[in-house]
């Protein structure tokens, strides 16, 4: 496996259910990223992680709580979400502080909640 | 906060003409900046980096250029190709971490 890996590439839960979305990096990079992509609008950073610590949440809803067991994986724990919540969820990682090389991005989990 | 604004937001061309896409950002404090291709319900694919000291990124037929000072860049595609057709994000990166802050995109369809 090369680059950033997402799983699942789709994904259906009810507002009741908890799922997890997973992403592992195989680059060496030490930062990772959720991104959320909703229709209509820009990609939105959801949370970073830099050397495992988050440094970064920008007000998102405590229905989705991040976890960074190292630097190569990084998941999204989903609980009791809402309709609105549907989108695509990207995650993407860098080498930090100067990220040279730029961003890699995986192809993204398809979230639809019902 | 930095924001990113794309122009036009759809654009539809004959094959072979040659097309540039615009990108504006307000705060010229940036890391570098980078454009991607996103093709329908899939992620994204790198297509230029360009660092904050450098002018211009060429790959192929596409050749994306930095004004860091007024705050622009543009993709230039030259000679397209219906397999040129899906969305072009620009993103400008402040380093630290920061993550990239994204356009809303340029949807592009190349007629055949």
Request: aromatic fraction near 8%; proline fraction near 6%; include cysteine.
């Amino acid at each position: 496996e090369t680059g950033v890996t997402q799983t699942p590439r789709h994904l259906v839960m009810g507002m009741t259910n908890k799922k997890s979305l997973k992403c592992e990096q195989h680059l060496g990079h030490n930062a990772m990223y959720w991104y959320k992509q909703s229709a209509k609008k820009p990609l939105e950073l959801m949370f970073v992680y830099n050397f495992k610590e988050q440094t970064e949440n920008n007000s998102v809803p405590s229905r989705f709580s991040p976890e960074c067991p190292n630097s190569s994986h990084l998941f999204l724990h989903l609980h009791t979400l809402q309709p609105e919540d549907s989108a695509l969820y990207l995650c993407a990682s860098s080498q930090e502080p100067n990220p040279y090389y730029g961003y890699t991005f995986g192809s993204g989990t398809r979230l639809t909640v019902v | 906060k930095q924001e990113v604004t794309q122009i036009p937001a759809a654009l539809s061309v004959p094959e072979g003409e040659n097309l540039v896409l615009n990108c504006s950002f307000t705060d010229s404090a940036i890391y570098n900046l980078q454009w991607f291709r996103q093709d329908p319900g899939k992620g994204l694919t790198s297509l230029l980096l360009i660092q904050s000291s450098q002018r211009e990124q060429t790959s192929g037929r596409l050749n994306a250029s930095l004004d860091k000072s007024s705050g622009r860049s543009t993709l230039y595609i030259a000679a397209s190709q219906p397999g040129d057709s899906a969305t072009y994000l620009c993103a400008v990166g402040g380093g630290g971490a920061d993550g990239l802050t994204f356009g809303k995109g340029t949807h592009l369809i190349i007629q055949p």
